[in-house]
């Protein structure tokens, strides 16, 4: 049964044990899921895997260059072999999946039959559009970045929600209280 953490921001589907159990941070380009999965594995003493930045140091390519020379379903077949690769690791660890994560079935099926805490960090399209302005990795917004984002938040939203343990709300908050609303939602 769904319950609320004690404020509006916050919301639980099926909580689970975090000290001994990933937790997954998922949601849209420039919710946070980098920044904010850097302060839990701080404060948690954990690794953090980033699924940009593994994808980058395995191919000792940008995310911008893997796009452009082999295309977008290239980089997704990367995308799940690292998800898959950070949720079988034994030690808890702190995943900062990439924002595309939840599109395919490959990889709700590794997140739906992992042990690991789902978090959605849910933000505004407003907020998202402040913060993606410089990203250079996100390919996708190239052409028309708002019209972009707001038809890739309304593909995505009933995936990243079906996907979810517990959901985030990332809106006037900072990281360090996103981290602590993540941590609230454990059980
Ligand atoms: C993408 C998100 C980006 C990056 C790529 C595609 C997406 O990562 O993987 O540009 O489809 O949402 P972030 O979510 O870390 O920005």
């Known amino acids: ?8 921001s ?6 689970r044990e975090c000290s001994t159990h990933h ?3 998922i949601g849209m380009m420039g919710a946070g899921k980098s920044s904010v999965g850097r302060v839990l594995a701080e404060r948690l003493g954990r690794p953090l895997f980033d699924s940009d930045q593994m994808i980058e140091e ?3 390519r940008t995310v911008r260059e893997i796009w452009q020379a082999d295309g977008e379903p290239a980089f997704r077949a990367l995308e799940t072999d690292v998800l898959a690769e950070a949720v ?3 030690h808890p660890s702190i995943i900062a999946a990439a924002g595309g994560v939840v599109l395919s079935d490959d990889n709700r099926r590794i997140l739906a039959e992992s042990d690991a805490h789902v978090v959605w960090l849910m933000a505004d399209v407003d907020l998202l559009l402040d913060r993606v302005k410089n ?3 996100r390919p996708l917004l190239d052409a028309d970045p708002e019209g972009a984002l707001r038809n890739m938040f309304d593909t995505r939203v009933t995936l990243y929600r079906d996907a979810a343990d517990a959901i985030v709300s990332v ?3 900072t990281i360090n209280d996103v981290a602590s609303a993540v941590l ?4």
Do not use: Y
């Not at 916050?10 to 909580?15: D, I, K, L, S």
């Not at 609230?184 to 059980?187: E, H, Q």
């Open 1 to 8: 049964m769904p319950r609320h953490s004690g404020r509006r």
């Open 58 to 60: 395995r191919t000792g």
């Open 10 to 15: 916050e919301f639980v589907v099926a909580a």
């Open 23 to 25: 937790i997954v941070l």
């Open 135 to 137: 990203g250079i990795h």
């Open 88 to 90: 079988a690791d034994k």
């Open 171 to 173: 809106d006037h908050r």
């Open 184 to 187: 609230r939602c454990c059980a």
